[in-house]
C-alpha cells in the first residue's frame, strides 16, 4: 500500500459535516418553500402582473445571490465562516418573520401589505445570501485534501442531496398548505406556507449550534482580500506604466512587492473567474421554473382523476427537486462512470452537457406555450371585419348594398362579415344597413327597421351591440373604437361583457366562481367600458342581485377572447357567452419533458460548480470563490429582469430567446472545456479511478 492509500485509511469522515448537512437542509426547505408560492403571492395577493411579479420575484433572487460576496469577505478575513452563518441566519429568521406577518396584515391597505412584503423579502435574501458562501466552505473545511478528496466528493453528494430533499418537501407541501387551508377570510392560507418555513429556518440555527464544539474553524485571514486586489491594481499598473513588457504571466508584473504565492493564487481566482463568466446565461433559465413556469402552469390543467387531486400550479416545481434526488442517488455510480465512458471527464465537459440540455428545455417550453395560446385572427390585407351581436330573442334581418349582402341573425347570436374596404380615410368607409325584426318581436312594433350605419376600417376588427337604450328605443351601439385582439403575454383569457341600458348602476352583477374551494369573483364595474379584461382560467356562473342566473356554468379556457351579453326580453333575463381565437387547456403534466431536461442539467450543473469552485480556488479564499460563483447566480437573474423590462408580447418567444442565448453560451462552456487547465493537479479525479493522470491543455489567462 502506498503512502497516499495509508492516509486516507488513517482519516475517518468527519462526523461534523452531518450538522451542516442537516443545516443545509432545513435552509433549502424554508428558501424554496418561500419562493415555490412567492409568485402567486404576488400576482393574487399583492395584486402585481405577471410581468411585475416575474421582476420583484427575480430581483429577490439577484439579491439573495448577490449579498453572498460581502458575506464572504466577513466569513473569510473577519467573522469566520461559522460566526457569519449564526448572525445572518438570524436575520433570515427575522425576515420570514416579517413577510408571514405581511400576509395576515389584510386588515391593512394593500400597499402597506407591500412594504412589509418587500422588507421581508430583503431580510431574507440579506439571510439567505449571507449564509450560501458558507456553508459549503465551512463543510469543505472539515476534510483534509487532497488525503480525503473522496470524501469531499460524498460530502458534496450529500449536500447536494439535502438541497434537493429539502425543497422537494417544501415545494410539494407549501403548495398545499397555501391551497388547502383557508384562512383570514381568503380562499389560500399564504400565512401558513410562509409560517412553517420559518419555523425550519429556527430548527436550522440550532441544529447548527449544536455541533459548535466539533467544527474545524480555520482562523481568518483579515490581509488576504486587500493584498488579492492590491496584486492585481500593481500589475495592471505596471504593465500600463512599464516600456518594458512582461515576458510571461502580465501578474508577474507585481513580482518585488508581492510574494510568488499571492500572485499565483491571484492568478488562480482570476482563471477560475474567466470560467463562471459562462455562468449568468444558464442560471437565468434554471431559476425560471418559480416564476415563468408558474406562471404558464397557471393556464393549464392539473386534475388527477384517479388520485382525486389536483396539482397546483406551483406545485409542479417539485418535479424539479423529485428528479435531482432520483439523479444525485445514481450520481457517483452510475452517471459519472456513464459520462466518463463517452469522453465527458473534466467538469468543464459536464457544463456543456447541461447547457445542450438547457436549450432543450426551453424549445420544450416555447413549444407548449405556442400550444396553449393557439392560433390569432389575421384579417387580410385590405379587408375589415365587422360582429354584430344580437341582444334579443328574436330573429333579425341585416339587408346591404354596400356590403352586397341579405342576412337573418338568429336569436342572441353573434354574426360576423369581413369587407374590402374602398375607403382610405383614416376613420375607415361607412356602410349602411338596414335591420328588420320578425313578427314575434315584442320590443318593436311590427314591420319596424332600424336604418344605420356601420364603419369598417381596414385591418381592423369592429363590433356592434343591437340592443335598447330605454324600454322603447334600440339602437345599434358601437363597441369602442375597435377590438384589441392581441393575446395577453401570458395566456390569460380575456374577457367583455355587453349588456343593455335598461341596468341600473346599482344591479350587482356578478361572475363567482363555480369551484368551492375559491372566492374568486368579478364584478361588472370591473368590464363597464366594455374593454376585454384579463381573468383566471376556471369555471364561472352568473349572478344577478345575488341569485343566480339559471344558465350553463362558463367554463373559460386560457388565450380565448370571451364576450358575454345579458339582456332583459320580457320578464327574464338572456345570457350568451361567446368565443373568439380560442386557446388549448392542457394538461399540466405536459411541462414533464421541459422540467426532467431542466432537472438533470440543474443537477449535474450544480454539483459541478460547486466542487469545482471549492476545489479551484486557493485555500485562503475558498468562501470568496463561492460568493463570486453565487454572484454568477445573481447575475443571470438579473438578466431576466432585463429581459422582461422589455416585455415580450408573446411569452413562447421569450422562451425561445433564451434558448438561443443558453445555445451561445453552451459553445462558451465548450471551447472553456478545451482551454482551461486545473490548477489543483495534486488531486487526482475520484470519479474516474482508473485514470490518474493530467490532461495537457492551455491556461485560460
Given at each position: 500500500?502506498?503512502l497516499?492509500?495509508?492516509?486516507?485509511?488513517?482519516?475517518?469522515?468527519?462526523?461534523?459535516?452531518?450538522?451542516?448537512?442537516?443545516?443545509?437542509?432545513?435552509?433549502?426547505?424554508?428558501?424554496?418553500?418561500?419562493?415555490?408560492?412567492?409568485?402567486?403571492?404576488?400576482?393574487?395577493?399583492?395584486?402585481?402582473?405577471?410581468?411585475?411579479?416575474?421582476?420583484?420575484?427575480?430581483?429577490?433572487i439577484?439579491?439573495?445571490?448577490?449579498?453572498?460576496?460581502?458575506?464572504?469577505?466577513?466569513?473569510d478575513?473577519?467573522?469566520?465562516k461559522?460566526?457569519?452563518?449564526?448572525?445572518?441566519?438570524?436575520i433570515?429568521?427575522?425576515?420570514?418573520?416579517?413577510?408571514?406577518?405581511a400576509s395576515?396584515?389584510?386588515?391593512?391597505?394593500?400597499?402597506?401589505?407591500?412594504?412589509f412584503a418587500?422588507?421581508?423579502?430583503?431580510?431574507?435574501?440579506?439571510?439567505?445570501?449571507?449564509v450560501?458562501?458558507?456553508n459549503?466552505?465551512l463543510?469543505?473545511?472539515?476534510?483534509?485534501?487532497?488525503?480525503?478528496?473522496?470524501?469531499?466528493?460524498?460530502?458534496?453528494?450529500k449536500?447536494?442531496?439535502?438541497?434537493?430533499?429539502?425543497?422537494?418537501?417544501?415545494?410539494?407541501?407549501?403548495?398545499?398548505?397555501?391551497?388547502?387551508?383557508?384562512?383570514?377570510?381568503?380562499?389560500?392560507?399564504?400565512p401558513?406556507?410562509?409560517?412553517v418555513?420559518?419555523?425550519?429556518?429556527?430548527?436550522?440555527?440550532?441544529?447548527l449550534?449544536?455541533?459548535?464544539?466539533?467544527?474545524?474553524?480555520?482562523?481568518?485571514?483579515?490581509?488576504?482580500?486587500?493584498?488579492?486586489?492590491?496584486?492585481?491594481?500593481?500589475?495592471?499598473?505596471?504593465?500600463?506604466?512599464?516600456?518594458?513588457?512582461?515576458?510571461?504571466?502580465?501578474?508577474?508584473?507585481?513580482?518585488?512587492?508581492?510574494?510568488?504565492?499571492?500572485?499565483?493564487?491571484?492568478?488562480?481566482?482570476l482563471?477560475?473567474?474567466?470560467?463562471?463568466?459562462?455562468?449568468?446565461?444558464?442560471?437565468?433559465?434554471?431559476?425560471?421554473?418559480?416564476?415563468?413556469?408558474?406562471l404558464?402552469?397557471?393556464l393549464?390543467?392539473?386534475?388527477?382523476?384517479?388520485?382525486?387531486?389536483?396539482?397546483?400550479?406551483?406545485?409542479?416545481q417539485?418535479?424539479?427537486?423529485?428528479?435531482?434526488?432520483?439523479?444525485?442517488m445514481?450520481f457517483?455510480?452510475?452517471l459519472?462512470?456513464?459520462?466518463?465512458?463517452?469522453?465527458?471527464?473534466k467538469?468543464?465537459?459536464k457544463?456543456?452537457?447541461?447547457?445542450?440540455?438547457?436549450?432543450?428545455?426551453?424549445?420544450?417550453?416555447?413549444?407548449?406555450?405556442?400550444?396553449?395560446?393557439?392560433?390569432t385572427?389575421?384579417?387580410?390585407?385590405g379587408?375589415?371585419?365587422?360582429?354584430?351581436?344580437?341582444?334579443?330573442?328574436?330573429?333579425?334581418?341585416?339587408?346591404?348594398?354596400?356590403?352586397?349582402?341579405?342576412?337573418?341573425?338568429?336569436?342572441?347570436?353573434?354574426?360576423?362579415?369581413?369587407?374590402?374596404?374602398?375607403?382610405?380615410?383614416?376613420?375607415g368607409?361607412?356602410?349602411?344597413i338596414?335591420?328588420?325584426?320578425?313578427?314575434?318581436?315584442n320590443?318593436?312594433?311590427?314591420?319596424?327597421?332600424?336604418?344605420?350605419?356601420?364603419?369598417?376600417?381596414?385591418g381592423?376588427?369592429?363590433?356592434?351591440?343591437?340592443?335598447?337604450?330605454?324600454?322603447?328605443k334600440?339602437?345599434?351601439?358601437r363597441?369602442?373604437?375597435?377590438?384589441?385582439?392581441?393575446?395577453?403575454?401570458?395566456?390569460?383569457p380575456?374577457?367583455?361583457?355587453?349588456i343593455?341600458?335598461?341596468f341600473?348602476?346599482?344591479?350587482?352583477?356578478?361572475?363567482?366562481?363555480?369551484?368551492?374551494?375559491?372566492?374568486?369573483?368579478?364584478?361588472?364595474?370591473?368590464?363597464?367600458?366594455?374593454?376585454?379584461?384579463t381573468?383566471?382560467?376556471?369555471?364561472?356562473n352568473?349572478f344577478?342581485?345575488?341569485?343566480?342566473?339559471?344558465?350553463?356554468?362558463?367554463?373559460?379556457?386560457?388565450?380565448?377572447?370571451?364576450?358575454?351579453?345579458?339582456?332583459?326580453?320580457?320578464?327574464?333575463?338572456?345570457?350568451?357567452?361567446?368565443?373568439?381565437?380560442?386557446?388549448?387547456?392542457?394538461?399540466?403534466?405536459?411541462?414533464?419533458?421541459?422540467?426532467?431536461?431542466?432537472?438533470?442539467?440543474?443537477?449535474?450543473f450544480?454539483i459541478?460548480v460547486?466542487?469545482?469552485?471549492f476545489?479551484?480556488?486557493?485555500k485562503?479564499?475558498?468562501?470568496?470563490v463561492?460568493?463570486?460563483?453565487?454572484?454568477?447566480?445573481?447575475?443571470?437573474?438579473?438578466?431576466?429582469?432585463?429581459?422582461?423590462?422589455?416585455?415580450?408580447?408573446?411569452?413562447?418567444?421569450?422562451?425561445?430567446?433564451?434558448?438561443?442565448?443558453m445555445?451561445?453560451?453552451?459553445?462558451?462552456?465548450?471551447?472553456?472545456?478545451?482551454v482551461?487547465?486545473?490548477?489543483?493537479?495534486?488531486?487526482?479525479?475520484?470519479?474516474?479511478?482508473?485514470?490518474?493522470?493530467?490532461?495537457e491543455?492551455?491556461?485560460?489567462?
Amino acid at each position: 500500500m502506498d503512502l497516499m492509500s495509508d492516509q486516507k485509511g488513517k482519516l475517518k469522515y468527519p462526523k461534523s459535516t452531518w450538522f451542516i448537512v442537516i443545516n443545509e437542509f432545513c435552509e433549502r426547505f424554508t428558501f424554496f418553500g418561500l419562493k415555490t408560492v412567492l409568485i402567486l403571492y404576488l400576482t393574487r395577493i399583492l395584486k402585481f402582473n405577471g410581468d411585475q411579479s416575474t421582476i420583484i420575484y427575480h430581483s429577490f433572487i439577484f439579491l439573495s445571490y448577490f449579498v453572498p460576496m460581502p458575506s464572504a469577505i466577513l466569513g473569510d478575513s473577519y467573522w469566520g465562516k461559522f460566526k457569519t452563518i449564526v448572525y445572518l441566519s438570524a436575520i433570515y429568521v427575522l425576515g420570514c418573520i416579517v413577510l408571514t406577518g405581511a400576509s395576515i396584515a389584510n386588515m391593512f391597505s394593500l400597499d402597506v401589505q407591500k412594504i412589509f412584503a418587500f422588507l421581508g423579502l430583503f431580510l431574507i435574501s440579506i439571510g439567505t445570501g449571507g449564509v450560501k458562501p458558507c456553508n459549503f466552505a465551512l463543510g469543505g473545511d472539515q476534510f483534509q485534501l487532497p488525503q480525503q478528496e473522496k470524501y469531499l466528493q460524498y460530502f458534496t453528494t450529500k449536500f447536494a442531496l439535502a438541497v434537493y430533499i429539502g425543497s422537494l418537501f417544501s415545494t410539494f407541501l407549501m403548495p398545499e398548505l397555501r391551497h388547502s387551508i383557508h384562512c383570514f377570510g381568503r380562499d389560500s392560507c399564504f400565512p401558513l406556507a410562509f409560517g412553517v418555513p420559518t419555523i425550519m429556518m429556527f430548527i436550522a440555527i440550532v441544529i447548527l449550534i449544536a455541533g459548535k464544539n466539533m467544527y474545524v474553524k480555520k482562523k481568518p485571514e483579515n490581509k488576504v482580500l486587500i493584498r488579492t486586489f492590491g496584486c492585481i491594481f500593481c500589475a495592471l499598473q505596471a504593465k500600463i506604466t512599464s516600456t518594458v513588457p512582461c515576458k510571461t504571466h502580465w501578474l508577474d508584473n507585481a513580482k518585488g512587492k508581492y510574494t510568488e504565492s499571492e500572485i499565483s493564487d491571484t492568478r488562480s481566482v482570476l482563471d477560475v473567474i474567466c470560467v463562471f463568466t459562462a455562468y449568468p446565461v444558464f442560471w437565468s433559465l434554471y431559476e425560471q421554473p418559480s416564476s415563468r413556469w408558474t406562471l404558464q402552469a397557471m393556464l393549464m390543467n392539473g386534475r388527477v382523476d384517479f388520485l382525486d387531486w389536483t396539482i397546483k400550479p406551483d406545485q409542479i416545481q417539485m418535479l424539479i427537486p423529485l428528479f435531482g434526488v432520483i439523479i444525485l442517488m445514481i450520481f457517483d455510480d452510475v452517471l459519472c462512470p456513464m459520462f466518463a465512458a463517452i469522453g465527458i471527464r473534466k467538469p468543464l465537459q459536464k457544463l456543456t452537457f447541461c447547457g445542450v440540455l438547457a436549450v432543450i428545455a426551453f424549445v420544450f417550453a416555447a413549444l407548449l406555450q405556442f400550444k396553449i395560446v393557439g392560433n390569432t385572427t389575421e384579417i387580410p390585407a385590405g379587408q375589415g371585419r365587422l360582429n354584430i351581436y344580437n341582444g334579443f330573442d328574436c330573429h333579425v334581418f341585416l339587408k346591404s348594398n354596400s356590403l352586397q349582402l341579405q342576412h337573418q341573425i338568429g336569436p342572441l347570436e353573434m354574426f360576423n362579415v369581413s369587407h374590402v374596404v374602398v375607403s382610405q380615410n383614416v376613420s375607415g368607409e361607412v356602410i349602411r344597413i338596414t335591420l328588420g325584426f320578425e313578427s314575434k318581436c315584442n320590443v318593436v312594433s311590427d314591420n319596424y327597421e332600424l336604418n344605420t350605419t356601420l364603419t369598417i376600417i381596414e385591418g381592423k376588427e369592429i363590433s356592434y351591440h343591437l340592443t335598447r337604450l330605454h324600454s322603447n328605443k334600440i339602437a345599434l351601439n358601437r363597441i369602442g373604437i375597435h377590438d384589441s385582439l392581441i393575446k395577453e403575454k401570458f395566456g390569460n383569457p380575456n374577457l367583455r361583457i355587453l349588456i343593455d341600458n335598461t341596468f341600473d348602476f346599482d344591479d350587482d352583477i356578478t361572475l363567482k366562481s363555480a369551484e368551492h374551494t375559491s372566492f374568486t369573483l368579478y364584478s361588472i364595474d370591473r368590464f363597464r367600458g366594455m374593454d376585454f379584461n384579463t381573468i383566471k382560467v376556471g369555471k364561472y356562473n352568473v349572478f344577478y342581485n345575488g341569485k343566480m342566473l339559471p344558465t350553463s356554468t362558463m367554463d373559460i379556457i386560457p388565450a380565448t377572447f370571451y364576450t358575454l351579453t345579458l339582456q332583459r326580453n320580457d320578464n327574464k333575463t338572456d345570457v350568451r357567452i361567446f368565443t373568439k381565437d380560442e386557446g388549448n387547456y392542457i394538461h399540466i403534466l405536459w411541462q414533464l419533458p421541459q422540467y426532467l431536461c431542466m432537472s438533470i442539467a440543474d443537477v449535474i450543473f450544480a454539483i459541478t460548480v460547486i466542487k469545482f469552485a471549492f476545489t479551484e480556488a486557493p485555500k485562503s479564499m475558498k468562501s470568496l470563490v463561492a460568493a463570486i460563483n453565487f454572484l454568477t447566480l445573481a447575475l443571470g437573474n438579473l438578466l431576466v429582469v432585463i429581459i422582461s423590462t422589455i416585455s415580450f408580447k408573446n411569452q413562447a418567444n421569450e422562451f425561445l430567446l433564451y434558448s438561443g442565448l443558453m445555445l451561445a453560451d453552451t459553445l462558451l462552456l465548450g471551447y472553456f472545456s478545451v482551454v482551461y487547465r486545473s490548477k489543483n493537479t495534486n488531486i487526482t479525479n475520484p470519479i474516474t479511478p482508473n485514470e490518474n493522470k493530467t490532461e495537457e491543455t492551455t491556461v485560460v489567462n
